[in-house]
């Protein structure tokens, strides 16, 4: 059975720069929309970012445009996600997720039928 494990996540100051890491095992994340989250308390979840399995397309939420860049190293078997410039406002957990029914368009990563496997996240705590 897959299983994503996310790590990467620190606690730092504004404009600081960290990288989150998604390893996959149990299939291979080459052939999948892969996508990252990020749940502050009291809000949902929110995708902030997808790539696609087929021409590689990437959606980036407006607030982290021109920021956060993520990629896939299909060798390593793991997604990232880039974070630079970072601020109070990216605080959160951030999880990763994949899923044969995650879709990513111009309006963001959607599960068509919902999704129940998050893992544990990745604390991002950015203050002064």
């Known amino acids: 059975q897959g299983r994503l494990v996310e790590s990467g996540g620190d606690s730092v100051q504004p404009g600081e720069s960290l990288r989150l890491s998604c390893e996959a095992s149990?299939?291979?994340?080459?052939?999948?929309?892969m996508g990252w989250f990020r749940q502050v308390p009291g809000k949902e979840r929110e995708g902030i970012s997808c790539?696609?399995?087929?021409?590689?397309?990437?959606y980036y939420t407006e607030s982290v445009k021109g920021r956060f860049t993520i990629s896939r190293d299909t060798a390593a078997n793991a997604l990232y996600l880039q974070m630079n410039n970072l601020k109070v406002e990216d605080t959160g957990v951030y999880y990763c997720?994949?899923?044969?029914?995650?879709?990513?368009?111009?309006?963001?990563?959607?599960?068509?039928?919902?999704?129940?496997?998050w893992g544990q996240g990745t604390q991002v705590t950015v203050s002064s």
């Open positions: 997720a994949t899923d044969l029914n995650l879709v990513c368009e111009k309006n963001g990563p959607r599960f068509r039928y919902g999704y129940d496997s």
């Open positions: 149990g299939f291979s994340l080459e052939y999948y929309v």
């Open positions: 790539l696609s399995s087929l021409d590689d397309f990437a």
